[in-house]
């Protein structure tokens, strides 16, 4: 049994260019919250990389630490309460939780942008979609005003905003909540970043806008081949548009594999559980399955497995030990790329 | 897959962390602000500080052994500067200018303080609370009506309306003046209420007993005053505290309490004209006002922290 | 918009003549007799008192008296004080400008000093900073502002003597400046804590965390985007203060000797001049409405989702 080497692709000497040198690289990331209830444990050693043009999937419930790892990244956690006691965070090859404020301010937005989940929110309301689109320009690349509104009434128009140029005035509060997320798009998208971070980007919009906003961000993404990290609890989502998936627990990744992998022979019991909890129209009328038990508080993550106390499959050693992410191999001992399970019984999850 | 809490990451809220909920009590509302009163030591001084001023108003022999606080001593010790190793007796904080003394009237003075606070206090809760309740959950014409009312009365300067109606009797008891602060007084607490039961009715627990029939006096009592009391709790203490200054600040202007009632803003009054020569006659009693504000304005404060989770 | 104003002030029209007709019904009431107090200790003659009530409509009805007064009004025209026979206009005209003077030098101190104190603590919730500046409004808003203004005229006039106890020209703005900074010390306190509690509740907002994510500097983050949105609630609280500093001048301008509205309305209450008290009043009211009018429109213009119908 090998066990999943944490910095698989070594930054090589080479340019940002290449394809196969990841853009950002996350090593051994713990975010925790000191709060008079105790200290949150929220990300407890998270791994992962995404190379350019790659989609990875972060998937996970809340709570799970998938958009504090986010936020991590972003540096925009709030310090205090948060804090990040160990962990290297690599973009570029350069390690941003080691850079001054202001190297990570110019980065921000510019080299990676964010996409909230509620537009509505993330959008100043009292200020004009314009205004807001244009500062991107007018802070990163000293714009001036008129110029700046120029550049947002082009940018709204490449997210198809209809009317764009009658519309660049108007407030948040008078575009439909698909129109907002594309505005938000919009804005992230304004530099032309090297990384996109959309966190949880259609959860707020109905069904049918999703599937237009997650199309429209994917052929975005490609055309300026973009790394894109994509944080969700949406299964459905993530099938369509991810190259690879990171399934969260915790604070943990417990399941790394490439997406069709994952959903055709899951190795962790908590992604099993995931996947029988979604509804399938040729088991209409069967009882649906659902994990029992709630996640776990995170000022008091349980001994050994965090998953122990809901897994099917617990034994004496997964409340004891904790297991480290494997490597996932197929039935005669061949290594399958990119899989991982942090189970000590993911042979018989993904065999069994 | 369920979103069991939702939570916002970036800053989860200190009171149940992200995940599950507490499995060992359900905290609510009040015993959670409880909790957190006890563990904050403004509202620990402020409420010593409110027992101790109560205690002076209903047992002033306990705190000073002059008699009686009206009639001068007679050494004639006027004016004398305090004594401050004297703690509790009669020179303490010094003479005023008639010889009397200033800690004896400032004790005796607790009363008259305290007494009008509360029952303006209590007089404009229960008024205030009621229009504000009718307007806030019948709405239409009955809001109209109310809200037009509260209004003209709040457009009335409080200080200025109070001295209006004080100036028409010629002898001023502490019963006249509580009437006067409260005929104009209660408008921010309907104001308040009338806010918090619209918000409170709009609540899908209310919606449910609706729902289920429940007539409008149940839903009155057992769902709208529990849950828009708090608001009103917190302006009514913070209240309290303005109405101590304001019945002092009128004694003060002469429109107050008439004598012989001990009132610190008429001593206040008559120290003026010795500031120059002895300060300290001012400054005593000005100081135990100040102080009485204060205890109950952090009063009031702790409470609204301690109520409004949001301020955590 | 044009709509919304034209309906409030027709929402104003039912109050004004509410608070109007209450203060007056409050004056009428008054037991002391005006003319007779002209007199003082002399011998009256009836028949003279009955002729000077006559000449000045106190002899007509209750409703009759407050209906002449508020047709009178329309037409600018406030009645005549008793004792020195002249027109209340004229009195009010003496005393308003320099209440507002003064009423307005505190309002900028309010502002210059509370808002950017309020900023300070808000951005910086809960630390010492933060908890210190709330406890110093606390204290403030605990002393009357009476034992304020003696205090100050203690410390400043008796002891350091930097400026005049009293305030003998009222156009001289630094001896304003003591009464000035008393008067809005109250004021001054409530809107350092509104400004905080605004400014901390929106630092957590989604906005600014955008902001933020942005790269945006973090003068920019806080001047464009935070304390714009913060100072939405404040802009309310700090129109109706306007009315509030004017009517509070009835204190401070005691101590000081200011001779402005509060020294003229509390020498009328004294001497029972109902129209010079009543005429004070119903202007402090209009300015109190207008204060509230102007404050809701500005809403308007700083939070574009407010739209009115």
């Keep these: ?352 | 897959m369920p979103e069991a809490l939702t939570v916002k990451d970036a800053t989860p809220p200190d009171t149940a962390a992200p995940g599950e909920p507490k499995p060992e009590k359900a905290r609510s509302l009040w015993s959670d602000a409880w909790y957190d009163l006890r563990r904050n030591p403004l509202f620990v001084i402020s409420a010593a500080l409110i027992v101790f001023l109560v205690a002076m108003a209903v047992a002033p022999g306990l705190f000073t052994d002059v008699a009686n606080p009206s009639s001068g001593d007679p050494a004639n010790r006027y004016l004398q500067t305090p004594h401050f190793a004297h703690v509790f007796q009669a020179d303490w904080l010094g003479y005023d200018v008639q010889g009397r003394s200033i800690w004896a009237r400032m004790v005796y003075g607790t009363r008259t303080s305290l007494t009008v606070a509360i029952c303006v206090t209590l007089l404009v809760t229960l008024f205030g609370s009621l229009v504000g309740m009718l307007a806030g959950y019948f709405g239409g014409w009955v809001d109209a009506l109310l809200s037009r009312l509260t209004d003209v009365f709040f457009a009335i300067p409080f200080l200025l309306g109070a001295m209006v109606i004080l100036t028409t009797f010629p002898n001023r008891s502490v019963w006249v003046v509580v009437l006067a602060l409260a005929f104009l007084g209660w408008t921010q607490i309907a104001r308040v209420s009338r806010g918090a039961v619209m918000t409170v009715k709009q609540s899908d627990y209310v919606t449910a007993a609706k729902a289920l029939g429940a007539s409008t006096t149940r839903i009155l009592l057992k769902h709208i005053v529990p849950n828009a009391a708090a608001p009103v709790i917190v302006v009514a203490s913070i209240a309290l505290g303005g109405y101590i200054a304001a019945e002092a600040t009128l004694s003060f202007l002469g429109i107050g309490i008439s004598a012989p009632t001990i009132s610190w803003g008429v001593d206040v009054s008559t120290a003026k004209d010795q500031l120059r020569i002895a300060p300290h006659t001012l400054l005593m009693p000005s100081i135990l006002v100040s102080l009485c504000v204060l205890a109950f304005l952090m009063f009031g404060d702790a409470v609204r922290n301690a109520l409004d989770p949001k301020m955590r | 918009m044009g709509r919304y104003v034209a309906r409030r002030l027709l929402q104003m029209i039912p109050v004004f003549i509410g608070s109007t007709f209450l203060i007056f019904s409050m004056m009428f009431a008054l037991p002391g007799d005006p003319v007779k107090a002209l007199f003082g200790e002399q011998h009256i003659d009836p028949v003279q008192v009955a002729q000077i009530k006559q000449n000045l409509g106190l002899d007509q009805p209750f409703m009759v008296q407050y209906w002449d007064y508020l047709t009178g009004l329309f037409q600018g025209d406030f009645g005549t004080q008793i004792a020195s026979q002249r027109p209340v206009a004229d009195v009010i005209a003496d005393a308003f400008p320099v209440t507002v003077r003064l009423a307005l030098f505190s309002f900028v101190f309010l502002v210059a000093v509370g808002i950017p104190l309020g900023v300070i603590a808000g951005l910086r919730p809960n630390t010492v900073t933060d908890r210190t500046l709330l406890f110093v409004a606390l204290l403030l808003v605990s002393v009357p502002s009476f034992v304020l203004g003696y205090f100050a005229q203690y410390v400043f006039a008796f002891q350091l003597g930097w400026t005049e106890p009293n305030v003998q020209d009222s156009t001289n703005y630094g001896q304003l400046l003591l009464p000035a900074i008393v008067l809005a010390a109250l004021s001054l306190a409530y809107v350092t804590r509104l400004t905080r509690t605004s400014v901390a509740e929106n630092l957590r907002a989604d906005y600014v965390r955008t902001a933020i994510a942005k790269g945006l500097p973090r003068h920019r983050v806080i001047g464009v985007h935070l304390v714009r949105n913060s100072m939405i609630p404040v802009v309310t609280f700090l129109g109706v203060e306007i009315g509030t500093l004017m009517a509070g001048a009835v204190v401070t301008e005691g101590v000081f000797n200011v001779q402005g509205v509060g020294r003229t309305v509390f020498q009328a209450l004294i001497r029972r001049e109902g129209s010079t008290v009543v005429g004070i009043v119903t202007l402090l009211v209009l300015v109190y409405l207008a204060a509230s009018l102007i404050v809701d429109l500005l809403y308007a213009v700083l939070d574009p989702r407010i739209r009115y119908a």
């Design chain 1, 1 to 352: 049994m090998t066990i999943l080497d944490k910095t698989a692709d070594v930054p090589g000497p080479h340019g940002p260019g290449d394809a196969n040198t990841p853009l950002l690289e996350v090593r051994d990331l713990h975010v925790e919250f000191h709060t008079r209830d105790g200290v949150a444990k929220a990300v407890n050693g998270v791994n992962y990389s995404v190379k350019p043009g790659e989609t990875l999937a972060v998937l996970g419930e809340s709570g799970s630490g998938k958009s504090v790892s986010a936020q991590a990244v972003m540096g925009i956690i709030d310090m205090p309460p948060g804090k990040i006691p160990k962990g290297e965070i690599l973009f570029k090859g350069q390690d941003m939780l080691k850079m001054s404020p202001e190297e990570r301010r110019r980065i921000r937005g510019a080299k990676i942008a964010m996409i909230f989940q509620d537009a509505l929110s993330a959008l100043n309301p009292v200020l004009s979609v314009g205004y807001q689109l244009g500062e991107m320009f007018r802070v990163h690349q000293g714009l001036s005003r008129k110029e700046a509104k120029a550049k947002s009434i082009e940018l709204m128009d490449r997210v198809r905003i209809p009317a764009a140029k009658q519309r660049v005035n108007d407030y948040p509060h008078q575009f439909s909540g698909g129109m907002r997320q594309r505005i938000m798009i919009a804005m992230a998208l304004a530099l032309e970043p090297d990384l996109i971070i959309a966190d949880e980007p259609t959860t707020a919009l109905d069904v049918t806008v999703q599937a237009q906003v997650m199309d429209l961000l994917a052929e975005l993404q490609r055309e300026y081949n973009m790394g894109l990290i994509l944080i969700t609890h949406d299964l459905g989502v993530v099938a369509d548009v991810a190259d690879k998936i990171a399934v969260m627990y915790a604070g943990r990744i417990v399941e790394t594999a490439p997406v069709h992998e994952l959903y055709a022979r899951p190795a962790h019991p908590y992604t099993r559980g995931l996947l029988d909890s979604i509804p399938r129209l040729d088991q209409k009328g069967q009882e649906l399955y659902a994990i029992k038990g709630l996640p776990p508080n995170l000022t008091r993550i349980p001994s050994g497995c965090a998953f122990n106390p809901r897994c099917p499959k617990a034994d004496d050693i997964c409340r004891t030990d904790l297991p480290v992410l494997h490597q996932v191999t197929e039935q005669g001992g061949g290594e399958i790329a990119g899989r991982g399970s942090a189970c000590h019984f993911w042979k018989e999850t993904i065999h069994g």
